[in-house]
């Protein structure tokens, strides 16, 4: 066997099936999760069994149905919420194909990060499946600006993102994050950062029956001036990490890993979508690769395990 040749990059999902369970930030209902292996081809698929008949809700630009607060999907009587974090930790950890059953209407909040997900998937395992993974290679720029905010992509060999944030709170002002994405990068520098919310919006959203379920558990939470969580923040600059999570989990619906690079200022899960239904809606500005790789160089191994989860 010749341990220098050359492959198409292949798809991949998990092992074996885990679980999970916790409660949904904005609906505050317990629900529990269980992910299992897919076949090549059929990308991340959500299952609601709680609803009669089952739904099967493609995590894909199509079935968004909401980007106020989170992103939600939806098919005709049923819908999934605040799927992004989970769909980062896909998409972070390189796993193409899985199904996600789920018996309510929002994914579980967790810790407010992806890092749970990705312990989960990688306690799973990750295989390698007999099909090449196509990625969305950009070949024009594309962009977006509304409002003090934009996002735009370029062509580039990798995948890479530019995130600025600027909001008028002497804890969080102005951040600057950018990073190659790529499985380490994710797990160690994006995936382990919560999501935020101020304490007066916190109050505002509770009246519109909304972040019901949120509490210093699942978010960090910041008063006029400081961060209520005790145990303080996992990096300073945690915020924009954050908004680089989101942004990945929202690409992810495109259904395909991208090789461009994204800048970002400001926005926010709806402009994130609007970036992903441009890109489907331009097919001459991306074409669909294959990339290869080099076996034999101890990076083609078809499982990880646990021993490779950093701390967090
Ligand atoms: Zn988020």
Not at 69 to 86: P, Y
Not at 202 to 225: K, P, Q, T
Not at 232 to 253: M, N, P, Q, T
Request: charged share 20%; net charge neutral; glycine share 8%.
């Amino acid at each position: 066997m010749n341990w220098n040749m050359t492959v198409k990059k292949q798809q991949t999902t998990i092992n074996r099936p885990v679980k999970a369970a916790g409660i949904g930030l904005h609906s505050g209902e317990k629900v529990s999760i269980k992910i299992k292996p897919a076949r090549a081809g059929m990308g991340i698929c959500f299952v609601r069994r709680d609803v009669d008949p089952t739904m099967i809700i493609p995590a894909k630009v199509a079935f968004v149905v909401d980007t106020s607060f989170a992103t939600t999907i939806g098919a005709s009587h049923a819908t999934i919420g605040t799927i992004e974090h989970l769909m980062a930790a896909f998409s972070g950890l390189g796993i193409d194909n899985a199904i996600v059953e789920i018996d309510g209407p929002e994914v579980p909040a967790m810790d407010g990060s992806a890092a749970p997900f990705m312990a989960l998937l990688m306690e799973a395992g990750l295989t390698h499946l007999r099909k090449s993974r196509k990625y969305m290679k950009i070949l024009e720029p594309v962009s977006i600006a509304h409002e003090g905010k934009s996002i735009s992509i370029e062509p580039a060999s990798s995948f890479s993102v530019s995130f600025d944030i600027d909001f008028a709170h002497r804890v969080i002002s102005r951040q600057h994050y950018e990073l190659e994405v790529n499985r380490k990068s994710f797990v160690q520098k994006v995936g382990i950062a919560r999501t935020f919310g101020f304490l007066h919006e916190v109050e505002f959203m509770r009246s519109r029956g909304l972040a019901l379920g949120g509490s210093l558990d699942n978010a960090v939470v910041i008063d006029e001036d400081s961060v209520l969580n005790s145990e303080g923040l996992r990096f300073s600059d945690e915020f924009v990490r954050h908004k680089i999570l989101d942004l990945i989990g929202d690409l992810a619906l495109l259904g395909m890993p991208l090789l461009g690079r994204v800048t970002a200022v400001k926005s926010g899960h709806a402009m994130h979508h609007s970036l992903a239904s441009l890109l489907l809606k331009k097919p001459e500005v991306w074409k669909m690769v294959e990339v290869e790789e080099r076996h034999g160089t101890g990076h083609g191994s078809s499982v990880f395990t646990r021993d490779k989860v950093v701390n967090y």
